[in-house]
T-cell receptor
Framework: TQLLEQSPQFLSIQEGENLTVYCNSSSVFSSLQWYRQEPGEGPVLLVTVVTGGEVKKLKRLTFQFGDARKDSSLHITAAQPGDTGLYLCAGVWDSGYSTLTFGKGTMLLVSP | KAGVTQTPRYLIKTRGQQVTLSCSPISGHRSVSWYQQTPGQGLQFLFEYFSETQRNKGNFPGRFSGRQFSNSRSEMNVSTLELGDSALYLC????????????FGPGTRLTVT
C-alpha cells in the first residue's frame, strides 16, 4: 500500500505569517496535486505538478515538487484568514489509469 | 460551465437501510470517481467509472456499489447501512480516464443512526 504523509496535521497562525506544509512518500509520483477544502465543501484543485524540481506559483502560494518526485511542499506567504482550510495533497504513482491517493491533510487556521 | 453536482447534499438514514447518491459530472467529462471522507481515515477512493465501465475499485466491502449512465451521470449505492458508513461522500469528474486533474462536487453528508 502506497502511503502519502502530510505534515503538520494542524497549523494555527496569525495573519501575515508565512508557513510551509509538506507531503512525502517513499514511492515516486507520476503526478501530484494540491487541493484546498473548506468545511462542508468538496476539495478544490489548486495545482498539478508532474516534473521533478518543478515550482509553480499561485498568487501567494508556492508549490514545489521534489527532484526525485517523492515529495512536495506548499509555501504560503503572508497568510490571510481566507487561506483557512484543509490542504490535501494527492498523488498518482503510475501514469495512465491509476487512481489518486490522498494524504490526510493539513488543517490550517489563520486568525486575524 | 457548471461544476460537479451531487444530490442530495444531506441525508439521514437508519442502520440497515440502503441509500443511493447521485453525481452529475462537468459537461464533457467522461470519468467519475467516488470517495468517502471521514475524520479518521481522510479521503478514501471507492471506485471510478469511465464510459459506463468500472475501471478501478478501492478497498471497500461489496455493500458499496456504483454505476454510470450513458450521459456520464453516476450513482453510488450503499446497502445494509452501518454506523461507520457515516461520512462525506464526494464525487469527482475528469475529462478522460488518464487526465491528471479531477474536479470535486460539494459532497453528500450521510449520517447513519
Amino acid at each position: 500500500t502506497q502511503l502519502l504523509e502530510q505534515s503538520p496535521q494542524f497549523l494555527s497562525i496569525q495573519e501575515g505569517e508565512n508557513l510551509t506544509v509538506y507531503c512525502n512518500s517513499s514511492s515516486v509520483f507520476s503526478s501530484l496535486q494540491w487541493y484546498r477544502q473548506e468545511p462542508g465543501e468538496g476539495p478544490v484543485l489548486l495545482v498539478t505538478v508532474v516534473t521533478g524540481g518543478e515550482v509553480k506559483k499561485l498568487k501567494r502560494l508556492t508549490f514545489q515538487f521534489g527532484d526525485a518526485r517523492k515529495d512536495s511542499s506548499l509555501h504560503i506567504t503572508a497568510a490571510q484568514p481566507g487561506d483557512t482550510g484543509l490542504y490535501l495533497c494527492a498523488g498518482v504513482w503510475d501514469s495512465g489509469y491509476s487512481t489518486l491517493t490522498f494524504g490526510k491533510g493539513t488543517m490550517l487556521l489563520v486568525s486575524p | 460551465k457548471a461544476g460537479v453536482t451531487q444530490t442530495p447534499r444531506y441525508l439521514i438514514k437508519t442502520r440497515g437501510q440502503q441509500v443511493t447518491l447521485s453525481c452529475s459530472p462537468i459537461s464533457g467529462h467522461r470519468s467519475v470517481s467516488w470517495y468517502q471522507q471521514t475524520p479518521g481515515q481522510g479521503l478514501q477512493f471507492l471506485f471510478e467509472y469511465f464510459s459506463e465501465t468500472q475501471r478501478n475499485k478501492g478497498n471497500f466491502p461489496g455493500r458499496f456499489s456504483g454505476r454510470q449512465f450513458s450521459n456520464s451521470r453516476s450513482e453510488m449505492n450503499v446497502s445494509t447501512l452501518e454506523l461507520g458508513d457515516s461520512a462525506l461522500y464526494l464525487c469527482a469528474s475528469k475529462l478522460t480516464g488518464s487526465s491528471y486533474e479531477q474536479y470535486f462536487g460539494p459532497g453528500t453528508r450521510l449520517t447513519v443512526t
